[in-house]
């Protein structure tokens, strides 16, 4: 967009407003629409689209862009971090999908847990703990669910190490088992 004033003839461009639903950033991704809250907008935002039928969250995961800093499909004022929260909402009456991404620093990948707005993600808040690394303040169970209780780092993290764990493979005939 640009912005002419009477009698100049210099065309200043301006940037295409950001489109807001309750006052969080709205993109669209292939039909889809997709909500950027900042943390302190996080819970309040669930629980609005909760009570306009998003009754059903699909899932939560967790996405490192360590080895993706310049991504697209953020709004404009939405500031990339190295962490994602993406959350799926589905509202079955209306046939609507709403997907809310997330921004969260590494320094600081601390997050308000959704357990007790959606309490089916409990499971999925864990594992992207577990696995990322990320805190969700307030869960009532943050223990592993994946890893053992002593294992040390979050395996999904783009600059944790590969392989410490070497495989051992066994002749299935020494134990016992079927013979092919």
Same mark, same amino acid.
């Given at each position: 967009?640009?912005?002419?004033?009477?009698?100049?003839?210099?065309? /200043?461009?301006?940037?295409?407003?950001?489109?807001?639903?309750?006052? *969080? &950033?709205?993109?669209?991704?292939?039909? !889809?629409?997709? @909500?950027?809250?900042?943390?302190? !907008?996080? *819970?309040?935002?669930?629980?609005?689209?909760?009570?306009?039928?998003?009754?059903?969250? *699909?899932?939560?995961?967790? =996405?490192?862009?360590? @080895?993706?800093?310049?991504?697209?499909?953020?709004?404009?004022?939405?500031? &990339?971090?190295?962490?994602?929260? /993406? /959350?799926?909402?589905?509202?079955?009456?209306?046939?609507?999908?709403?997907?809310?991404?997330?921004? %969260?620093?590494?320094?600081?990948? %601390? *997050?308000?847990?959704?357990?007790?707005?959606?309490?089916?993600?409990?499971?999925?808040?864990?594992?992207?703990?577990?696995? @990322?690394?990320?805190?969700?303040?307030?869960? $009532?169970? @943050?223990?592993?669910?994946?890893?053992?209780?002593?294992? =040390?780092?979050?395996?999904?993290? +783009?600059?944790?190490? /590969?392989?410490?764990? $070497?495989?051992?493979? +066994?002749?299935?005939?020494?134990?016992?088992? &079927?013979?092919?």
């Amino acid at each position: 967009m640009s912005e002419v004033t009477e009698g100049a003839t210099d065309v /200043v461009p301006t940037e295409p407003e950001v489109e807001l639903l309750h006052g *969080v &950033p709205v993109t669209d991704s292939l039909g !889809q629409q997709v @909500l950027h809250p900042t943390r302190e !907008q996080y *819970v309040p935002l669930v629980e609005q689209l909760r009570s306009e039928g998003y009754w059903m969250a *699909v899932d939560l995961c967790g =996405v490192d862009h360590l @080895l993706t800093p310049g991504r697209r499909g953020l709004p404009t004022g939405t500031e &990339p971090e190295r962490f994602e929260v /993406v /959350v799926n909402l589905l509202d079955h009456r209306n046939r609507r999908r709403t997907r809310i991404r997330l921004q %969260v620093p590494d320094g600081d990948a %601390v *997050v308000p847990t959704l357990f007790h707005v959606h309490p089916g993600l409990e499971a999925s808040e864990r594992e992207t703990h577990d696995l @990322l690394g990320i805190v969700f303040d307030g869960h $009532p169970d @943050l223990s592993r669910i994946l890893l053992p209780d002593d294992w =040390v780092g979050h395996p999904l993290r +783009k600059d944790e190490s /590969v392989g410490r764990i $070497p495989v051992q493979f +066994k002749d299935p005939t020494a134990s016992g088992g &079927p013979r092919p």
